[in-house]
Structure formats: structure tokens, C-alpha cells
């Protein structure tokens, strides 16, 4: 088992280069699935999620390549449905990404039980809908999840709610579909517009990702194309809030600030200066910091996969801050983890209350991968020593974080 040591450093300077977006290139990958001609794609994160989608891909017969440390060539021409893969899907949430991406090439998708961060309940009913709309059948039983269609056809999609993952498989399911598919009330975040980029280098008809609205004209067939996943905002976004939380001075380099103006905005009023470049945005965080009110939103509003971070930062912040959670209300979990180290947090319902203060290192355990980011921002801001157990699920998401914190000054490390 492996753990993370963590004591209390100086503020964390300098500047980090952001990896590939994991939240586009999980479903990219799943993407390639429905293409007849070998893809390469680049700038994938190096972490365990992807690595898990590609295994995936290549049980499902696709041939996987690595050109380079994050570049890989997919050719899924020989790709076939799996027998269920449930040791394979079960520790991957974007695995439900197959149904979709099944549906479009075979007109079917099998996956055993989706695995993923638990923020008590992950429902795929939107998912369900998107497909029946297009015509599929859903089974579910306990070990596994099936969707048919004997043929797809275009749809109007009503979503009840903003959902990343329904937005996605509805788009895996309807672009080689016939005819017309519009998606109302899709999700609208970077890696969906990256998703119908990608797709429509590849031949697909896609328009309004982006937006709420999404309109998909089925094509008969999708080509291979060389591709570059977009950057991680949620990784720049950790970094910067590690920043803001050791009073330091970080840059974030090779991320678009506007994808961030959710988070800097906060940041500016907590009274930190944040400059934007084209491609870099940094913040200094010299004295301490006010509390804010935060309330997660689908983009372009305040992440929720930021939430955490963002209460680590109001636990060693001045004054009462407020987190207003509306996207996964369950997901504090990790809080109780902060109360060990003396933070002042009260939850209520969706709602976290935080009274700033300082924070002192005890022996934490990792619920989930967001939480896990807070924690080690937490640790580092904390007198004394931390001790992370359980930091798979941080590995499973973020690309060298050990060697980026280490590079920024944080004193980390990792023991057996
Ligand atoms: C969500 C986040 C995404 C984040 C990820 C992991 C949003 C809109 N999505 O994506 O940014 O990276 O979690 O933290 O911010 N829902 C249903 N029925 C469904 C699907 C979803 O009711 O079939 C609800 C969920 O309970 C949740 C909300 O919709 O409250 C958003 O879920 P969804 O966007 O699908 O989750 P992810 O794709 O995992």
C-alpha cells in the first residue's frame, strides 16, 4: 500500500505545465471505437484512467499503440462487443462511455458494473433516455449493463438535467444514427466541444457543442484522424488553488484562462491577484485570504470537480465562507477528513459552511480523486506532518502530481 508524506513547506512557487484533459480524452478514446480507420491521439494525460480505457479497447479487440508518452494509435477495425469486462469497467467511470460508443458501431454496448468516484448514487437514467430516444433497448441486472438497437435512428433528446455523461453517450450513439439528432439541455463543458471536434475531424456532423443545445446529422461512416486532447482545467485549477491556499505563486502554463474564469474570479475576490495570459494563468496569494461563497454549477459555472480544493483553500482562508454543492450533493465525504486536521466545517444538506483557521498534519485517508487533490492541498498548508492513505484514487487522475507538487516546493513524498 502506498501512501503519501506530506510536511509543511514553504508557500508553493513556480510554474507547472498542464497534461491533457482527462475528462476529454476518456470519451475521445471510447470515440475511437466508432471509427474504420486507425486514430492517433495526443497530448493524453499519463494516468491509470487512461491507461485502464485503453486496456479496455484493447479486450474489445482494438489495436493500441504507443508512438509516444502520450500519444497512442487506435485501430478499432477489429474491435467486436466484449464478453462482459467487469473487472475492467468496474474502477472506471467513463467505461459507461462504451454503451454509447457500442450502440454507434455495433448497434450494441455491454459493460459490467461502472465503477468511479462514489458520491452516493450516480443515476444513468438520462443516459438510458438519450438511447431510447435513438431506439435502443437498456437490460440492466447486477452484473452488467446491455443496450441494443436493431437500427438508430435520429431523435429529439430532452435532458431532465445537465449531464456530461448523457451528453456524451447520446453523441456516441447518434453520429453514424440516420437522420437528425438534437440534444436539448446537454451539458456544454470544454471536453463536450472537444468530444464533437474530435468526431467531426473524423467525418461526424456535429453543430452547437458548446452550447445547450446540440445537433447531430448521422453519417454512414467515420474515418481516422490525428488528434490533441485539450488541457486539463481541473488539474490547472488544483494547482492554482494550491497556490492560493499556501499563499504562494503559482502558473498554470498551457491552459486558456477563460475555461478558469469561474475559479480566478473567486480567486480575485478572496484577494488574490491572478493574471491571465494567452496560455498561462498564474496567482499570488502573499497575505491570507477572504472567505467567498462558491456554488457548483455545470460549465460555465463553478466546477464541481474544483469543489473540494476550493474548501481546502477556505479551511486556511479568513473570515466564513459558504460552498453551495448542486451538482453531486453528497459530495463531501472528505470533510470528515478535515475535521482531523482541525478544520472548522459544518455540512448541511448540499451546503458546507467554513470557518477559516489553521490546519494541523494528522493521518488522512483518500475517499475519492477530487478529494484527494483537496487533502494534499490541505497537507501542504498544514502545520506539521500529513500521512495520505489510500491515494490510489489521486493517481487515477492526476498525471505526475507528486513530481509537479515536488516541483513547485512542496515537501512530499511517497512511502510503501
Ligand atoms: C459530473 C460533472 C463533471 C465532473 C464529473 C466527476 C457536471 C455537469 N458534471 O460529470 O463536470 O467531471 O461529474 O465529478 O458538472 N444525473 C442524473 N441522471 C443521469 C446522469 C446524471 O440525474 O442519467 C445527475 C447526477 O446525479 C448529477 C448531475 O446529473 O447530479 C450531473 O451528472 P453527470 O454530468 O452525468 O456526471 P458526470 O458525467 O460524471
Redesign the pocket.
Known amino acids: 500500500m502506498k501512501r503519501l508524506i506530506v510536511h509543511h513547506g514553504s508557500p508553493l512557487r513556480g510554474a507547472v505545465p498542464v497534461g491533457g484533459s482527462k ?1 476529454a480524452a476518456l470519451p475521445i478514446l471510447a470515440a475511437t471505437l466508432l471509427c474504420e480507420e486507425p486514430c492517433i491521439i495526443g497530448n493524453l494525460p499519463v494516468i491509470r484512467d487512461v491507461e485502464r480505457m485503453l486496456t479496455i479497447l484493447i479486450h474489445m479487440g482494438c489495436t493500441v499503440e504507443r508512438i509516444d508518452r502520450a500519444t497512442y494509435r487506435i485501430d478499432s477495425r477489429e474491435a467486436v462487443v466484449p464478453a462482459t469486462p467487469d473487472k475492467l469497467t468496474q474502477d472506471l ?1 467513463a467505461s459507461s462511455y462504451l454503451l454509447g460508443a457500442g450502440l454507434g458501431r455495433f448497434g450494441e454496448g455491454r459493460i459490467g458494473k461502472i465503477g ?2 462514489d ?1 452516493g ?9 438519450a438511447f431510447a430516444a435513438l431506439g435502443g433497448s437498456v437490460c440492466l441486472s447486477e452484473e452488467e449493463i446491455t443496450v441494443c438497437a436493431p437500427a438508430l435512428i435520429g431523435a429529439r433528446v430532452d435532458f ?9 453517450n447520446a453523441m456516441l450513439a447518434a453520429v453514424r444514427a440516420k437522420g437528425e439528432t438534437v440534444l436539448f439541455h446537454a ?1 456544454s ?1 470544454p471536453h463536450i466541444v472537444d468530444l464533437a471536434r474530435f468526431l467531426n475531424r473524423c467525418g461526424a456532423d456535429i453543430r452547437g457543442a458548446g452550447t445547450g443545445v446540440i445537433r447531430i446529422r448521422g453519417v454512414e461512416h467515420l474515418h481516422g484522424c490525428t488528434y490533441g486532447i485539450i488541457p486539463d482545467m ?1 488539474e490547472a485549477g488544483t494547482y492554482l488553488l494550491a497556490a492560493a491556499a499556501t499563499r504562494g505563486a503559482v502558473s498554470a502554463r498551457g491552459i486558456p484562462p477563460d475555461q478558469l474564469r469561474p475559479l480566478t474570479e473567486k480567486l480575485r475576490q478572496m484577494g488574490a491577484d491572478v493574471d491571465c495570459e494567452e496560455n498561462t494563468v498564474t496567482v499570488f496569494a502573499a497575505s491570507p485570504l477572504r472567505a467567498v461563497s462558491v456554488d ?4 460555465p ?1 463553478f ?3 474544483l469543489q473540494p480544493q476550493m474548501v481546502a483553500a477556505l479551511a486556511v482562508s479568513q473570515g466564513v465562507g459558504t460552498v453551495r454543492e448542486n ?3 453528497k ?1 463531501f465525504r472528505y470533510v470528515e477528513e478535515l475535521h482531523k486536521m482541525g478544520a472548522s466545517i459544518r455540512v448541511f444538506d448540499n451546503r458546507a459552511t467554513v470557518v477559516g483557521g489553521s490546519l494541523t498534519g494528522t493521518s488522512l485517508n483518500v475517499p475519492d ?2 478529494a484527494g487533490a483537496a487533502l494534499l492541498i490541505a497537507a501542504c498548508a498544514a502545520e506539521g506532518e500529513s500521512v495520505l492513505f489510500g491515494i490510489e484514487p489521486i493517481m487515477r487522475g492526476y498525471e505526475d502530481i507528486l513530481y509537479k507538487m515536488q516541483s513547485l516546493g512542496a515537501d512530499i513524498r511517497e512511502e510503501e
Open positions: 475528462n467511470r468511479g468516484c458520491f448514487g450516480r443515476p444513468i437514467d438520462q443516459h438510458i433516455k431532465d438535467t445537465v449531464s456530461v455523461g448523457a451528453t456524451v451539458a463543458e481541473i457548483t454549477r455545470p460549465y459555472g466546477p464541481t470537480d451538482v453531486w450533493h459530495r480523486l477530487r
